[in-house]
């Protein structure tokens, strides 16, 4: 069976790097569908990630802690793990929930509460419109 068919079935993200990026039908529940793993690699990593995923002479695993950009459009801290076979790179990319990015992170609150104040200012400028309208009448 084609590896490539293979990869498909693997239960983690999961990218097949060569001239053409293969991934894992799981992939597609984290990160949005792309033809590069550039797309989704946070521009302040992608060094970290240039210097992993340049060892192709290595035959041995390569680890780097890289943000990655989900679906959701969030930037998340993932354990990649890239193993080079044939020439062809087969990089695992697990979350790492116990390690902190805090700059990012402390934007990424910083929206979700941007986003709260800002629907709550919404809902009450609403009700003022309610309340305008009814004094009009």
Known sequence: MDMSNIAKWIPVPYFQIRQVLNSSNITHSYFQSTSSIWNI???????????????????????????????????????????????????????????????????????????KRLEESEKHLNNVIKILDIRKH
């Open 41 to 115: 690699i946070y521009k302040e990593d992608r060094n970290k990630a240039i210097l992993m995923l340049s060892q192709i002479t290595n035959s041995y695993p390569v680890t780097q802690y890289l943000i990655l950009q989900t679906s959701n459009k969030l930037f998340m801290n993932f354990k990649c793990t890239i193993q080079w076979q044939d020439s062809i790179g087969h990089l695992v990319c697990t979350e790492a929930k116990n390690i902190k990015v805090p700059s990012v992170l402390s934007v990424q609150k910083s929206l979700v509460n941007t986003q």
